[in-house]
């Protein structure tokens, strides 16, 4: 009976084992976000662009950015919200298949005949973050399908920034003036009243405090980045970070929509995806700790035979 009964205690301790392994080390199936577009308030050609991250584990962190120019109103054919969707979904593909052909981790999926494009993982592979640029002044929201970003354990990060400091080629802004052009900022949750913030005589900092304020106690104003913004020499719409944005944990709305209308100003919008690789190293931690546990156990029953084997 001792010999029987430690086999079954120490079967059912790596049956524990392996079924709380199992459990945690799954990858998520299904990483989404769903970015509706929308004419550009801008006169003049802007930019619009989406960078994905996605990773395998705890693997190599892969990312790639799409950029779109955008037609302003007044040009002879302005960029119309179904043209920017689909292109800012074949532009981010594109990337996606330059960066990594052999670990396409990101897909984004245009829907067909809507200003709307689909970023999600593919299967194996997690999305650790995504950031769209914006510099058209469009209206933009952003959803997840059948979640809210609460559920979903997303964090979302609001960063004005100038538009004048973006460089489309070498030099493209140094004679721009850096400031707000005067308008107003608009963030909406769901079907809520809109938050409106003038912009005018305002820095991006101000402004951004102001966000955070309206928007209460989900929303508070950081001076470090959500995740750190990827720059490059030739920056391409890239952006270091400016010392200040808007960060939300645990926003319970299933969507939000931010329309910037002030032609000095942009916005970086950010989405960070729970980090599935922080479960399996917690996994890992409970994995050796029932190891430990184990090895004690035969300790203490090898410990008990012999000591009934001397008494015999």
Do not use: C
């Not at 981790?105 to 494009?117: D, F, L, P, Q």
């Not at 979903?152 to 070498?170: H, N």
């Not at 949750?189 to 820095?203: F, M, V, Y």
């Amino acid at each position: 009976m001792i010999k029987n009964k430690p086999l079954k205690l120490i079967s059912l301790l790596i049956g524990m084992m392996t079924f709380s392994y199992s459990i945690f080390a799954l990858p998520v199936e299904k990483n989404q976000l769903r970015i509706q577009t929308d004419l550009s308030k801008r006169k003049g050609d802007t930019a619009f662009s989406t960078l994905v991250s996605w990773r395998k584990g705890g693997s190599t962190t892969h990312r790639a950015n799409g950029l779109v120019f955008i037609n302003g109103f007044e040009s002879k054919t302005p960029t119309s919200a179904v043209t920017l969707a689909k292109k800012a979904a074949k532009s981010l593909n594109a990337g996606i298949n330059y960066d990594a052909p052999h670990a396409r981790g990101a897909i984004a999926n245009y829907i067909e005949g809507k200003g709307t494009y689909l970023v999600s993982n593919r299967a194996g592979f997690d999305l650790a973050y995504i950031t769209t640029r914006d510099y058209s002044n469009q209206k933009l929201r952003y959803d997840i399908p059948n979640e809210d970003f609460n559920t979903a354990s997303i964090d979302v990060a609001i960063d004005i920034v100038y538009s004048a400091t973006v460089e489309y080629i070498d030099n493209f802004s140094r004679s721009n003036k850096k400031a707000a052009a005067g308008g107003v900022i608009s963030i909406t949750l769901d079907n809520k009243p809109p938050i409106e913030i003038k912009t005018a005589g305002k820095s991006t900092k101000t402004i951004e405090k102001e966000i955070a304020e309206a928007l209460g106690n989900q929303a508070q104003f950081s001076s470090k980045p959500l995740y750190p913004n990827f720059v490059t020499l030739k920056s391409r719409n890239y952006k270091p970070f400016d010392d200040g944005e808007v960060q939300i944990h645990q926003l319970k709305a299933n969507s939000i929509t931010i329309d910037v209308h002030d032609s000095g100003l942009g916005v970086l919008t950010k989405f960070r995806f729970p980090d599935t690789n922080q479960s399996v190293k917690e996994t890992s931690n409970i994995f050796y700790l029932l190891g430990f546990l184990i090895t004690g156990f035969l300790g203490y029953i090898f410990y008990k035979n012999k000591n009934l084997k001397n008494s015999r």
